[in-house]
């Protein structure tokens, strides 16, 4: 049947509608359920295909709509778009569906990537995580403030997702049961033939609800059990890059665990094969020590089955793998341990069994995983793993040398790097449908499968590529800047340079030094001091947690100068200002691909790879940036000179540190002092104090401006305005153009293959 008359039927015959009076919801529903019935045949083939098997264990899974790019994956959104085009609908109607946004920021939206490029080739990879009842709280700004909502994203239902009652099983707790019900999504691979398997757990009431005893008012147990056990599932914890030492994280995590290895020894059991080759079979990959409870409870599950903890530790040892994320302090997780011996004792047993181990193996109380009654997830996560990994190359350096040095001297091999990466199906083909078209129109298609292929535009690329080019960016620019006044209503002219920086609001992240470059660009503005200035847009995008005070500071500073620059009538044809609400992967897709230029400006040593600054080069933006994270990669790969390049490196951070007086710049800085002290001399609104906190923050303390905004602030600034005197000119261009053909290790698909290569070995 043709999609058309498959459409017309199902809402019919679901929603008792035409297609020309479905609700988009409905048209929604009804088209996903096409999609669904073209990915099962491959989805059944891949299921019932033999060999070995990677489980990616992952808390946050930040996937974006999915709509689209399942269509695009499985090659019908041509098709679709004319389907509904003849039926007087649009498929552009879907960028209302908002995104299910299971994730945080870059960690999650990693492991959305990881399992696109493994399905895409043909690599046995699956998803487990858990299936939030809310996800990412929705943002608004109200008077400059942060305000947060619940993301009911499942109010437009969930139509890629099947209910596998069939798998339920039972996680014990020491206080209840909880029923884990797995919801199952099809991971579709770009013109491939795999279609591999996201996993999400709901938790559910483990005692059957009875009415009666309702009825009777009997059910109060019964009734506070219920709330115990859907808690589990019921929101995502807000944080990036930081642990809530709670209970309910807690159970979140185990929950997880626990769930996706019963599901898979139950399986297991019936091949009637051997546990000592389950690592032929089946290996994990832990996404940060969130899921690393995993090795003790798969020890435990084994010693359920009879095999002893010593045999367990052995298998485990084969089976599972550890990357590593950060290495800030407050994300690196500590468990007291009388928390895990209350919720989890039979867990906590395993693991004080794996404490006797390393003390007989290892004799370093640094590396002990029970270390005064607090329970270091990361020591655990190294002691068992074949390997570990970092992210960036610098990265991977800082942990061989410095977080994970004697862990490196007692195990030289274990600790491995694999650089981060981006799907270029959402992040290129997808979210720049005219670029993509522009390469594919000289070089065919096949860039989109492998980006390496991206070589061979080398020698398409004269004056009239570079002009079509600079079209398709003012193109974007322009839908931007519509969307924009849709959404924030800000007006701002596309013909503004147009600077972006979005990620999570972090200190690290310094939005702040962005916040005070604007201040400073300002003034210098209103002063006359500076004369050529193109007009420039500042544009950020970011979520604070909800918890995090100074990150909520800098979001209403921000806000703040919005409002002073973008109503100065004086500064207001060159510089604007934009906070966008509620950044989102639906956002950002609308953003990298109208960028000018990319703030990637964390302080050395802190990003430990950042994706955000892949998308924005795939796209043709230069870095604006620090020698941190994938910057540096960047910058091998696309030429030092083709971005604008600031700042501090890691050795010279290091060294400063030794002694900072942030003061000192103060003093010594008439204009940056002019900027800082906005926060306190009454320019800016600030009844509940955020400024003024901020201010001490940066002034104060033993942490006083503990990123080194000041320090960095006068190389920044340089930077900054030689990419606004550059902008526009054939050098600026050449920039683009360089990074955009030099992207290619920057596909999530060259990760995938060396996480293969190097450990999954599948
Ligand atoms: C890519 C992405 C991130 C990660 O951005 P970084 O700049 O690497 O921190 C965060 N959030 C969303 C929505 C993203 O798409």
Not at 23 to 49: F, G, H
Not at 344 to 370: A, G, M, S
Not at 417 to 425: A, F, L, S
Not at 562 to 571: K, T, W
Request: charged share 25%.
């Amino acid at each position: 049947m043709k999609y058309s008359e498959q459409i017309e039927l199902i809402l019919n015959s679901y929603y008792g509608h035409s297609t020309k009076d479905a609700s988009v919801k409905e048209l929604y529903n009804a088209v996903s359920r096409i999609v669904m019935n073209e990915a099962l045949p491959k989805w059944d083939a891949t299921k019932k295909s033999e060999g070995k098997r990677c489980g990616y264990l992952s808390l946050e899974f930040l996937i974006g709509r999915l709509v689209y790019s399942n269509m695009l994956n499985l090659g019908i959104l041509e098709d679709m778009k004319k389907t509904l085009k003849s039926l007087g609908r649009d498929i552009n109607e879907f960028e209302e569906i908002e995104d299910d946004a299971l994730g945080n920021g870059g960690l999650g939206r990693l492991a959305a990537c990881f399992l696109d490029s493994a399905a895409t080739h043909d690599i046995k990879l699956d998803g487990y995580g858990l299936r939030y009842k809310y996800g990412l709280f929705k943002q608004s700004f109200v008077d400059g403030y942060q305000h947060e909502e619940a993301d009911d994203w499942q109010k437009w239902g969930d139509p890629f997702s099947i209910r596998k009652e069939e798998d339920k099983v039972l996680v014990h707790f020491s206080d209840f049961d909880v029923l884990a019900i797995p919801y199952d999504y099809p991971v579709i691979g770009y013109n491939s033939n795999t279609i591999n398997t996201l996993r999400l757990w709901q938790a559910e009431n483990a005692n059957d609800f009875n009415f009666t005893d309702f009825d009777n008012m009997n059910g109060k147990t019964n009734a506070v059990a219920d709330y115990q056990a859907n808690e589990i599932t019921y929101v995502l914890y807000p944080n990036d890059n930081s642990l809530e030492g709670k209970y309910l994280r807690l159970r979140q995590e185990y929950f997880m665990v626990s769930a996706s290895l019963q599901d898979f020894i139950n399986k297991y059991k019936k091949k009637g094969l051997s546990f000592n080759e389950i690592s032929n079979y089946q290996i994990w990959q832990l996404n940060d020590t969130h899921p690393t409870l995993a090795i003790p409870e798969f020890i435990r599950l084994l010693n359920n089955e009879g095999l002893s903890y010593n045999e367990g530790l052995a298998i485990a040892r084969k089976c599972f793998n550890f990357t590593n994320h950060t290495i800030m302090g407050e994300a690196l997780e500590k468990w007291p341990v009388f928390m895990l011996n209350e919720l989890i004792p039979d867990v906590y047993n395993v693991i004080q069994f794996l404490q006797t181990k390393i003390e007989e193996e290892l004799h370093n109380p640094n590396l002990f995983i029970i270390h005064d009654n607090v329970v270091h997830m990361a020591n655990l996560a190294i002691f068992v793993s074949s390997h570990v990994n970092g992210v960036a190359k610098i990265h991977t350096n800082i942990l061989k040398n410095d977080t994970f040095k004697m862990w490196n001297e007692v195990y030289p091999n274990k600790i491995l790097n694999v650089t981060n990466g981006i799907t270029p199906r959402r992040w290129v083909a997808l979210n720049n449908p005219k670029l993509a078209k522009l390469i594919s129109n000289k070089i065919g298609d096949e860039w989109i499968k492998d980006l390496s292929k991206l070589e061979e535009l080398k020698p398409y690329i004269d004056e009239k590529f570079v002009n079509d080019f600079i079209k398709i960016k003012n193109d974007n620019k322009k839908i931007l800047s519509k969307y924009i006044k849709e959404h924030d209503n800000v007006d701002i002219d596309s013909s503004f340079i147009f600077d972006i920086q979005i990620k999570r609001l972090h200190e690290y992240k310094r939005q702040l030094l962005n916040a005070l470059s604007i201040l400073y660009i300002y003034n210098e503005l209103k002063t006359g001091n500076l004369k050529d200035f193109k007009p420039q847009a500042f544009i950020f995008g970011a979520k604070s947690a909800p918890g995090y005070y100074i990150a909520k500071a800098i979001i209403k500073f921000i806000n703040e100068i919005a409002n002073l620059v973008n109503n100065d009538p004086q500064v207001n044809n060159k510089l604007k200002v934009i906070f966008v609400e509620n950044y989102n992967v639906s956002y950002a897709e609308r953003l990298v691909c109208a960028a000018d230029i990319s703030e990637q400006i964390s302080m050395a040593g802190m990003e430990a790879s950042g994706t955000g600054n892949m998308k924005f080069m795939a796209n043709g933006t230069p870095t604006l940036g620090t020698l941190d994270g994938a910057n540096v990669e960047i910058c091998d790969m696309a030429g030092i000179d083709n971005n604008y390049i600031f700042g501090l490196t890691v050795d010279e951070v290091n060294e400063l540190k030794k002694n900072y007086d942030p003061n000192w710049y103060l003093d010594n800085n008439l204009k940056l002092k002019a900027v800082v002290n906005t926060l306190i001399d009454g320019t800016f609104n600030d009844e509940k104090g955020y400024l003024k906190a901020l201010y001490n923050s940066l002034t104060t303390g033993d942490r006083k401006d503990y990123y080194l905004v000041f320090a960095d602030f006068d190389s920044y600034i340089n930077a900054k305005l030689k990419v606004n005197s550059e902008f526009g000119t054939k050098e600026y261009y050449h920039k683009c153009i360089q990074n955009m053909l030099n992207c290619s290790k920057f596909s999530s698909d060259r990760s995938i293959n060396d996480y293969n290569e190097l450990i999954w070995k599948l």
